[in-house]
């Protein structure tokens, strides 16, 4: 039996799949159309190590789960899956560094947990964007639901970054403990999002636009940028607008508010230790 035999969904058999890959070089091209995400992710682990593709395209994706969260975290080879249509819930969880770009909207869940690696967003996404996310990077083109980068974490280097192109629903950086977020608001007057950043005890939030004190919630300041904040700006804002076709120079030229949290343990009043 071969290695990649192991993970393939025996509801059905390999041979019946296969006719839905078509490859040239080291690109695979999925049909995803009416197959489950389990036989999507075999699929595409079939072509990384049966025809050594690095380049994975899927089409007619409608609705399936966690795609995206089976390429091997030990694979030394950078795999790039672009998706053609609207994957489902958990796009990307534990991803460990690869690329996603999707042609179209996500829904929740985006990057869970997510160590390392990009996903691209050419549309909007919806709740739990980034969810526990630790390392890498995503790029969301449009807005974003609620509770985005809850519980978002850093450790050393590995800095997560998530950059939103519109704006964010209720709750964005809850219980945020690291981590970069950058929210543009480049489609509406103002943003409207409230509790932004409650219960946040590390991390930062950048927002371009105004904030008023009662969006935000009691554990966050809202500060000035220092010259590190706008060099840090300039290289992750320089790339969202290359990826999706912004001028970086209008944009950065606006106003930009940061989020800092105001305790390293907001709530240590609450318990006994």
Known sequence: ????DLFLDF??????????IRVQGDLAEIDAKDLTHKEINDLIRYAVFEHNCNKIRLLNVVGQRYIGTRIFSRNPRKISVEIFGYPGNDLGAFLAGHKIVV?????????????DGEIIV???A??????SMRGGRIMIRDDVGYRTAIHMKEYKEKVPVLIVGGT?????????????????????????????GTGM????????????????????????LSSEDFKFLEKHVGDFCKEFGFNADEILGDKFVKLLPVSKRPYGKVYVY
């Open 1 to 4: 039996m071969k290695f990649y």
């Open 11 to 20: 509801s059905r058999k390999l041979d019946e799949l296969i006719p839905r």
């Open 126 to 131: 919806g709740d739990v964007v980034a969810m």
């Open 122 to 124: 050419h549309g909007r």
């Open 103 to 115: 042609h179209g909207n996500a829904q929740d869940g985006v990057g869970n947990t997510m160590d």
């Open 201 to 224: 005890h590390g991390g930062i939030i950048y927002v371009r636009g105004k904030l008023e004190p009662w969006q935000v919630g009691r554990e966050v300041g809202i500060l000035e």
């Open 168 to 196: 964010s629903q209720d709750f964005l950086g809850e219980y945020m403990a690291g981590g970069r977020v950058i929210l543009l608001g480049l489609y509406s007057a103002k943003h409207r999002g409230r509790y932004i």
